[in-house]
């Protein structure tokens, strides 16, 4: 029987009750989510099961309110606003621990919704730049559809899938969704610049998209030997490997390999991974696992913080009740810095937020979630320098976190301290 269906007869195969995963970020099976919209008149009680997607998220419109059902891993700025903890709601997870929820069947999939690169001539695709948690549901689902891309570039690693796995496949032809960062802005490069100085040569790294980490890719071009073992990356990592900055060659894990879960960024960027033999996407259960990251040298994990309170809590979903994130891998990577030897782990935030309020506190906010606890925070830096907690007690910790604040909040922190701690 023939695995090649029309759009409308893929989400055919798609019945009342099924609790469908979703491949996430630049991957998004846009076609597939708009055919299922179309056809909600027939589903009831779906459930959506997904990281943070790219495109317009059609499913959490009011008027589908009765047909779908969204459980967020991690959630993106498409369904932010969206959050209700009913319908639209969020799953707490370490980001690593993910894959084991879909194996174990503690979060059953029915069917799974896949973006994923032309057959080659043995009948293999590739899941291309989301392998991340969508290998584990490919394998967990009943019902594989996909579509597929000639845009989606063919990567190495976990995600090559062989045809006789899947039950449908779709044709499609549709660029993938371009995401670049924005410009730093000053408190931004300054916090960059104080960063890069604790990045030595052979440092293996660990960071996100964003206008930080993008920032700090700027200042390592005199550096030699970095490494790339990061659960994404994106085009400021890009322009150090194309430099000759990073070369893997200090590895110990998949040694002149750069290693990621998935990778977000331009059309420049997806050119580049097609076909590269140094480039690698592995399920997140390994790349996350603070054990693999630790065994590479002086793991260098980069990580954002929406808040932090004196004695080093991280709040780094949230803004107080309102979950806008998730988890995600901020756990798995302070960890595994910390094990590594010579590693570092760094929370990033500028020292106020954009209405010129402190994002270090004397106590969090009510409902704050805690990601990282205080006993897993080493480095802490902002636009007024570095604050190393490991090792501090909760008096030595407030006062180098108050070294860092603005300038203008500091006798505030220094009282509120002193009063909440008597």
Known sequence: MSKRHTLAEAIGLISEGHRIFVQGGAATPNALLKELVNQHLRLK??????????????????????????????????????????????LPCFLSEIPELFRSKQCPLDVALLHVSPLDRFGYCSLGV??????????AARILIAQVNPHMPRIQGDGILHIDMFDALVEVDEPLPETLPLPANENEKAIARHISELIEDGSTL?????????????????RKNLGIHTEMWSDGTLDLIESGVVTN?????????????FI????????FVNDNPSILQLE?????????????PKVVAINSAVEIDLTGQICADSIGHKVISGVGGQMDFMRGAALSPGGKPIIALSSRTSKGKSKIVSALQPGAGVVTTRAHVHYVVTEFGVAHLYGKTLGERARALINIAHPEDREVLEREFRLSHR
């Open 130 to 139: 989301s392998v991340d948690v969508a290998r584990s549901a490919a394998e």
């Open 249 to 261: 060659a200090n590895k110990k894990v998949h040694r002149g390999k750069s290693v990621s879960g």
């Open 284 to 296: 997140m259960d390994y790349v996350n696992n603070p054990n693999t990251i630790a065994r590479n």
């Open 206 to 222: 660990q960071m996100g998209i964003g206008s930080i980490p993008n920032a700090v890719t700027r200042q390592l071009v005199d």
């Open 45 to 90: 009680e779906v459930t959506l099961i997904h990281l943070h997607t790219e495109g317009p998220a059609l499913y959490v419109q009011p008027q589908m309110h009765d047909y779908f059902r969204v459980i967020n891993l991690f959630i993106g700025h498409n369904l932010r606003r969206q959050i209700d903890y009913d319908r639209i709601d969020y």
């Open 264 to 271: 977000i960024g331009s059309r420049r960027l997806y050119d």
